[in-house]
């Protein structure tokens, strides 16, 4: 089946920096990918849509200045944290669609800003 | 705009037992998805439901689609406490949303 990877799995940084994470479809091409956050024993919530080539479409309330997109190439999509704040702690998921419309989940990271 | 609403938020059963958990959605979709979450992991694809009356089922686990009631249930069968875990429903119209989950706590 179609695998995502999501690196780093998990990480710690100082409030203020700034942390990319990645995301890899490793056996389809994903013209689109999607991000989500999770805050404890909450739901997926839809951040941002990105396709390869183009500018990210970002959710209601998502602040796109703080959390950047790049989807460089049809396998790898980035997510950086912006000037990170302890609030920004979450789990964050990526998916990648894939020519058939399929969506297949990254194992996520954990983002701890201390 | 797509809303997705799951029912019960919590639920606690004893193993043995049958239950079912719902899912209400708002807007016409071609395809909905049972996932299940175990704590500190991502998402377990269950059931991929793609038309109306479509039923699946895997182990003690059951899943229908009505479409025009815009309503899925994924039903239980005989809990066993591994079966605990988290369980989301989500629906795709542009993209996926999910709705709010059920923790299951199954006991002994």
């Known amino acids: 089946g179609a695998v995502v990877s999501q690196h780093p799995s998990r990480v710690i940084c100082k409030s203020g920096t700034s942390v990319k994470i990645e995301c890899r479809s490793l056996?389809?091409?994903?013209?689109?990918m999607f991000w989500y956050r999770q805050f404890p024993k909450q739901s997926l919530m839809l951040m941002a849509t990105?396709?390869?080539?183009?500018?990210?479409?970002?959710e209601q309330g998502v602040e796109k200045d703080k959390f950047l997109i790049n989807h460089a190439s049809l396998t790898l999509s980035t997510l950086t944290v912006t000037s990170a704040h302890p609030e920004d702690s979450s789990f964050y998921i990526c998916s990648a669609r894939d020519p058939g419309y399929e969506q297949y989940f990254g194992p996520g990271t954990r983002l701890t800003v201390t | 705009e797509l809303k997705v609403e799951q029912n019960p938020l919590f639920l606690s059963m004893q193993e043995g037992k049958n239950y079912t958990i719902y899912c209400n959605y708002s807007?016409?979709?071609?395809?909905l998805y049972w996932y299940r979450q175990d704590p500190g992991k991502s998402l377990e694809s269950l059931f991929v439901l793609l038309s109306n009356g479509a039923v699946k089922q895997e182990g003690r686990l059951m899943a229908s689609l009505d479409t025009k009631a815009r309503l899925s249930t994924l039903h239980i069968t005989a809990a066993v406490h591994d079966l605990s875990a988290t369980y989301f429903c989500?629906?795709?119209?542009?993209?996926?949303?999910f709705g709010a989950g059920t923790r299951l706590t199954v006991k002994p």
């Open positions: 989500a629906v795709v119209f542009n993209d996926m949303r």
């Open positions: 990105s396709n390869e080539g183009s500018k990210a479409t970002y």
């Open positions: 056996d389809f091409q994903a013209t689109t």
């Open positions: 807007t016409t979709s071609d395809r």
